[in-house]
């Protein structure tokens, strides 16, 4: 069975539309706080080769991960989150899979990410599916931003 009963998933290349996309910020917002769904879709404007996966349960987002080239060959997974009420489960780690497995094939060799100390769970998770910390700075809110990378297997 799926990663989360009766949980579907589903890729777009670029950011989805329509209802999903509304559902994906409403989630975002939901997380991250209000004003960050503009943010993000202003981000996404400058980004290349963007990859969104999205988790569904019924018609619903339930849980997405975003990402996007950083130079050849390399992968930056942005941006992610699962709606509390559906987390533990493997939800993430399922859109985990999903995007190293499109990564590998379309050739990339690492895939970086960023994170805090606040977002522990998905330090946890990452490095629990293989990340290493490769270094730290000083945000501009002065906290501590951890940089993780992995390699993916060829
Ligand atoms: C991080 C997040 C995406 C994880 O989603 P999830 O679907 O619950 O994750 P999974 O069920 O796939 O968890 C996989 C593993 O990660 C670790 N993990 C996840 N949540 C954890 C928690 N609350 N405490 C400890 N470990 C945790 C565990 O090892 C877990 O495996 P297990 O359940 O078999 O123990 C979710 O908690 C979330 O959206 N958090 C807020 C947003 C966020 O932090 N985004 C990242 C910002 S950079």
Redo the contacts with the bound molecule.
Sequence with gaps: ME??PGVEYRQFEGLPDGKVLADLLRLHEL??GAGEADRMLREARNRHRLLTLVALAGQQVV?YKIGYERKPGHFYSW????APG?????????L?RRQHAWCREQGYGTIR????NK????L??NL?HGFDIIGVYVDQQGEPKLILEKRLPR
Excluded: N, Q, Y
């Design positions: 990663p989360g997380v991250f849980g941006v992610g989150a699962v559906f987390r533990r489960r493997g939800i993430a780690s399922e985990m990410t960023a994170t805090k977002w522990r769970d998905m946890i998770l629990r």
